[in-house]
C-alpha cells in the first residue's frame, strides 16, 4: 500500500538569471504486506548549458538529463532547429538523433560507442 509520495526540487541560477541545474528528488513510502515499510528515492536532474546562447541566435540552452546519476539524454544546439540528441540505454546501447529544421534526418545506432548502424530520413 503506498503511503506517500514526498518530493523536492531544487534549482541554481546563473549570474543572468537562468536555470543551469534542476534536480528533483522524490521519495516513496509504502507498507508492504508483511507489516514492514519501505522507502524508494529516484533523482531527476537538468544541467543547461548556454555557452552557445546569445541574444541574436535565440537558441535554447544544450541539455542533460541525469536520472539516479546516470546520464540518459543530451541534446545539442547547432541553431534553434538544428540539434542532436543522445539517448543513453542499458548494457551500452545508445542512439543519436540528428535533426535539421526541427524534422529527424539520421538515427544512428550505437553499443559501447561503437556505430553500428545508420539511418537517414528523406522527407
Not at 6 to 31: A, Q
Not at 53 to 60: G, L, S
Not at 100 to 120: A, F, M, N, P, Q
Request: no cysteine; proline share 2%; hydrophobic share 25%.
Amino acid at each position: 500500500t503506498l503511503l506517500l509520495n514526498d518530493k523536492k526540487t531544487s534549482r541554481l541560477f546563473d549570474s543572468e538569471g537562468r536555470i543551469i541545474e534542476e534536480e528533483t528528488i522524490t521519495w516513496n513510502y509504502k507498507k508492504l504486506l508483511s507489516g514492514r515499510y519501505s522507502t524508494s528515492q529516484t533523482s531527476r536532474k537538468n544541467i543547461y548549458d548556454y555557452s552557445a546562447v546569445t541574444p541574436e541566435n535565440k537558441m535554447p540552452p544544450n541539455l542533460k538529463f541525469y536520472e539516479d546519476g546516470e546520464l540518459h539524454l543530451e541534446r545539442k544546439y547547432a541553431s534553434s532547429d538544428t540539434y542532436s540528441e543522445k539517448l543513453y540505454f542499458d548494457g551500452g546501447f545508445s542512439v543519436e538523433l540528428l535533426y535539421d529544421g526541427g524534422v529527424k534526418k539520421t538515427e544512428i545506432i550505437y553499443l559501447d560507442g561503437s556505430e553500428k548502424r545508420r539511418r537517414d530520413f528523406d522527407y
